[in-house]
């Protein structure tokens, strides 16, 4: 559910503003979803965030959140916050998706 949320953030926009048990469910995935699913984390071979810092769906602020979460569970990950909003994310495409490739070969 976590990457959906992440994935359809504008899906997610509409669901907290029409479905009333939305913000329950992002509360709950907030509040635990790392920590219960720790061992599967730390067995992934890359872990990454980011988000703009004028997001317009607020992902940076969640990008962050999970970031110190994964940080005080000692999984290691990377977080990047670049100057831009929600849109764009083709430019950045490229270098992420080498970098998925090394961790992958490994």
């Known amino acids: 559910m976590f990457g959906g949320l992440v994935s359809h953030a504008r899906d997610a926009l509409f669901e907290c503003s ?6 329950i469910a992002a ?3 907030r509040d ?5 699913h720790a061992d599967a984390l730390r067995a992934m071979r890359w872990v990454h965030l980011d988000a703009g810092r004028q997001d317009e769906f607020y992902l940076d ?4 959140a ?14 990047e916050l670049f100057d ?3 849109d764009g994310v083709d430019r950045r495409m490229p270098a992420a998706i080498r970098e998925l490739g090394r961790a992958l070969q490994e």
Request: glycine letters at 8%.
């Open 18 to 23: 029409y479905q009333p048990l939305f913000p």
């Open 61 to 64: 602020l969640g990008a962050v």
């Open 27 to 29: 509360r709950m995935l």
């Open 84 to 86: 831009g909003n929600h």
């Open 66 to 79: 999970l970031s110190d979460e994964l940080s005080r569970l000692e999984i290691d990950h990377s977080l």
């Open 32 to 36: 635990g979803m790392a920590a219960r």
